[in-house]
T-cell receptor, first 113, second 117 residues
């Protein structure tokens, strides 16, 4: 069965620090990969997605993620975080042949001003 | 921006009552997905519907839960005889079809937070 593992449940950073949130999935087939963000009091928004092609994907607000197929990973990165990046981040995986999207448990990021 | 709409945003029910959660997809979207988020957990897939059809309900509990997406009107997630363990946030997402294929990106609603007393 598919599963998604996010390595850290809580991350605390100071402004301008670099961010990397880990995401690993277990599935042997072809997948679509997503990172969603949920700001306090708001609904989930798509940050970026990978379907095919260049494994380095750029998203909104300066975020990027790299798909490493051999490691079944899709880590999210941002070189310099801002206080406004405080939110919960969810990695998600979908089998291209199916309908279900499997979400990780989420990582809560708190950025200190 | 007419995004995915869900109502109510908050719902309080006593044990044994029924809960009805509504989801209106984005304009032009014909695919609806329901997810449940328990405290400190990620979203768990429940069901995927197209207009008038349930396509994949493998994440739905076998009893008390049902979903529909009628030809007209919103999608409804119905929970009968609610229990305390049903307390959670329920999110709806929608996606569209393009060129005969499902566009994979899902757009999420704000969720309904159900509290069972």
């Amino acid at each position: 069965a598919q599963s998604v593992s996010q390595h850290n449940h809580h991350v605390i950073l100071s402004e301008a620090a670099s961010l990397e949130l880990g995401c690993n999935y277990s599935y042997g087939g072809t997948v679509n990969l997503f990172w969603y963000v949920q700001y306090p009091g708001q609904h989930l928004q798509l940050l970026l997605k990978y379907f095919s092609g260049d494994p380095l994907v750029k998203g909104i607000k300066g975020f990027e993620a790299e798909f490493i197929k051999s490691k079944f990973s899709f880590n999210l990165r941002k070189p310099s975080v801002q206080w406004s990046d405080t939110a919960e981040y969810f990695c998600a995986v979908k089998d291209t042949g199916g309908f279900k999207t499997i979400f990780g448990a989420g990582t809560r990021l708190f950025v200190k001003a | 921006n007419a995004g995915v709409m869900q109502n109510p945003r908050h719902l309080v029910r006593r044990r044994g009552q029924e809960a009805r959660l509504r989801c209106s997809p984005m304009k032009g979207h014909s695919h609806v997905y329901w997810y449940r988020q328990l405290p400190e957990e990620g979203l768990k897939f429940m069901v995927y519907l197209q207009k008038e059809n349930i396509i994949d309900e493998s994440g739905m509990p076998k009893e008390r839960f049902s979903a529909e997406f009628p030809k007209e009107g919103p999608s409804i997630l119905r929970i009968q005889q609610v229990v305390r363990g049903d307390s959670a946030a329920y999110f709806c997402a929608s996606s569209r079809t393009s060129g005969g294929k499902i566009v994979e990106t899902q757009y999420f609603g704000p969720g309904t937070r159900l509290l069972v007393l």
